[in-house]
């Protein structure tokens, strides 16, 4: 039965909160809520729920960094992300987090139970258009960044982190001219315009799939 499914919601918007939770109710047993990510993880903790529902962007700790804390506790709830979100840099990090679902708000609520019988049969379930994001725009920038060297790897990282040219060169103990020229074969192999701020803006945009590298 559906009422045996406990589960704790957090979203830092009073209204949708209070919503949703009364929405949830009708099918489900809602066993606590939370305003930002501090409760949301201390009800996770201390309830142990089979699934939580988190906003990624709350006060205190984000969805994200509430479910890294509760992966490294080892729990074994559940997690769906709902936000608003569409661009690539939040699709990539729910990729490499412990993460069973991911919705988007303006969805119908039926996404909601559709995702969450997934998480009862041991399933996941991605909003459409997580997986359209994924494969346009995360998947193909990903590939791009196989074809570096490890020397250009550590110099996009150092690029993302907001590093200059000199600071490079004085970090990795080589000469700037050193540096531009791995930058010129970062915008070849990267397929990038030759203007000054390309690698800059690029390395903004991917910022969470580089600093995994």
Not at 151 to 164: F, N, P, V
Not at 176 to 192: D, E, G, W
Request: glycine fraction near 2%; include cysteine.
């Amino acid at each position: 039965m559906t009422k045996n499914i406990k589960i704790v919601v957090a979203d830092d918007h009073p209204m949708l909160l209070k919503g949703l939770t009364e929405e949830l109710k009708n099918y489900y047993t809602v066993i606590g809520t939370a305003e930002n990510g501090a409760i949301a993880l201390e009800l996770i903790t201390k309830l142990n729920p089979d699934i939580a529902i988190l906003d990624i962007e709350m006060p205190l700790l984000t969805g994200f960094e509430v479910i890294k804390k509760c992966d490294e506790k080892k729990l074994k709830t559940k997690f769906i992300v709902l936000t608003s979100h569409k661009e690539s840099r939040f699709i990539y990090k729910a990729k490499t987090l412990n993460i069973s679902g991911y919705l988007l708000k303006d969805e119908p609520f039926e996404e909601m139970q559709k995702c969450i019988t997934a998480l009862s049969k041991n399933k996941t379930y991605f909003s459409s258009t997580f997986d359209a994001v994924y494969d346009s725009e995360v998947s193909p920038e990903l590939k791009k960044i196989k074809l570096l060297s490890p020397s250009e790897r550590t110099i996009i990282r150092l690029i993302a982190q907001g590093s200059s040219s000199n600071q490079i060169a004085d970090t990795l103990l080589i000469s700037p001219r050193t540096v531009q020229k791995h930058r010129a074969n970062i915008l070849n192999k990267l397929n990038l315009s030759s203007s000054t701020d390309a690698l800059v803006i690029w390395t903004k945009e991917n910022k969470e799939l580089i600093l995994t590298l």
